[in-house]
């Protein structure tokens, strides 16, 4: 496929040449209600691609048609039991029925916003794409993104090296720069499930999200949906819910979308079937550093959904992102433990290392029994073991710097000896 040529042209130019490639194809798996696979493809060709499946030739089919911001999108369906799928001779990543490794990052973009100015061409500020080539390396079965794909907004303002020649706004280009070109030996490694951002909201890059990475089939006289309904994704002995909270606001209540997210919240007691995983961009009670050090944060507008009831038994982890660190937390009452992975490539939040003690917003009735955070960019692979999950921390580079295990209701971090 010509993006391979393009990603290694892009991987061996100087620095201040790669914001001006634009790879214009790319192609990855993804997970959809119910566990439906698909396969998607993004190109500039004004027909959609075959693909081939065990040696058979099937046709793909237009998710999205080309417009002036974005090109061509087709998708076709995997079926169950497919042993190989190709488009264009590059081969696709298959599911694994069941898991055993699981690669979780977020919040991946490269930020430029107002004065906020992130250096996209210094890998050392923005390292997402070598991060996302020391993921793939580590051969996951499966990648979670917790949300935030793209951060590029406004212009690079003139004379700034340091995001010099990049795109920006909610069109193929920017998509490409910050998410696509870089993220694509980890496409190619792994079947995605892709969590909604608040970045992905309709006031901002909802419109790309929804026509290239979203669950649902897309329909062009509705290009933006302010709110999907949470699916299902099984795995085996466990499943994820995937929950859309890109317009939760986090220090004021919306009171129009509390119903929502209250009915939502109440309907994961309805399945005890099998433990459940709930991933959602916001996590509910995350943390960020507040006055004098001490830890502080929460939805307010998911705390008040909840309205003091807790999360459901069936659910044994939160995944969330949008908190720009690594946080693992275990909860006092009301809650399983709470993994944030928001660390993958914007620029870093600050959060205290201990996070005992954690204030939030609204009468949740939850506090943080303990929990850490861990600094520094990063992912994180979490490895099936007989008695939990082990999930290793790594760095840009994918050189390992902690690990913890979730096992019997527990997130524990132990200090490196």
């Not at 990543?93 to 699981?102: D, G």
């Not at 649902?216 to 290009?223: G, N």
């Not at 109440?266 to 916001?282: E, G, I, N, Q, Y």
Request: net charge negative.
């Amino acid at each position: 496929m010509r993006r391979f040529a393009l990603i290694l042209l892009l991987a061996v130019l100087p620095l201040g040449a790669r914001a001006h490639i634009i790879v214009q194809e790319a192609g990855w798996v993804q997970y959809g209600p119910g566990g439906a696979l698909e396969a998607r493809v993004a190109t500039n060709d004004v027909v959609c691609p075959d693909i081939l499946l065990d040696g058979r030739t099937a046709k793909m089919a237009a998710r999205a048609a080309a417009n002036a911001e974005f090109i061509l999108v087709c998708a076709a369906p995997l079926p169950a039991g497919v042993r190989k799928a190709s488009v264009n001779g590059a081969d696709l990543p298959l599911p694994v029925a069941e898991p055993r490794r699981i690669l979780v990052l977020g919040d991946t973009g490269c930020r430029i916003k107002g004065s906020a100015l992130q250096a996209c061409n210094d890998p050392g500020q923005w390292p997402f794409l070598h991060l996302a080539a020391s993921a793939a390396k580590l051969k996951p079965d499966l990648v979670i993104h917790v949300g935030d794909y793209l951060y590029r907004e406004n212009a690079c303002p003139a004379g700034n090296t340091g995001c010099a020649g990049t795109p920006f706004g909610d069109n193929w280009a920017t998509w490409s720069a910050d998410f696509f070109a870089p993220a694509q030996p980890l496409l190619a490694a792994a079947p995605f499930v892709f969590v909604r951002g608040n970045h992905e909201d309709c006031q901002r890059a909802g419109f790309g999200w929804i026509r290239m990475l979203g669950p649902l089939a897309f329909d062009a006289a509705t290009p933006c949906i302010d709110h999907l309904a949470p699916y299902a994704v099984p795995l085996g002995a466990m499943k994820l819910m995937v929950m859309d909270d890109a317009n939760a606001p986090d220090t004021s209540v919306d009171a129009s979308v509390v119903p929502t997210y209250r009915s939502e919240f109440a309907a994961l007691a309805d399945d005890k079937t099998l433990p459940v995983w709930l991933v959602l961009h916001r996590p509910i009670w995350g943390a960020i550093s507040g006055p004098l050090g001490i830890p502080m944060g929460g939805n307010a507008t998911l705390i008040d959904a909840l309205g003091g009831t807790g999360i459901p038994a069936p659910v044994q982890l939160l995944l969330s992102g949008h908190i720009h660190t690594f946080e693992a937390m275990n909860y006092s009452a009301k809650a399983p433990p709470q993994i944030v992975a928001g660390d993958s490539g914007t620029k870093l939040d600050s959060a205290p290392a201990d996070l005992k003690g954690a204030v939030f917003q609204g009468g949740s009735g939850v506090s943080v029994k303990d929990g850490v955070s861990i600094s520094g960019f990063g992912f994180l692979l979490m490895t099936r073991a007989d008695t939990g999950w082990t999930i290793d921390l790594f760095d840009a580079d994918g050189v390992a710097k902690r690990q913890c295990l979730f096992a019997a209701g527990r997130v524990d971090c132990p200090n490196p000896k």
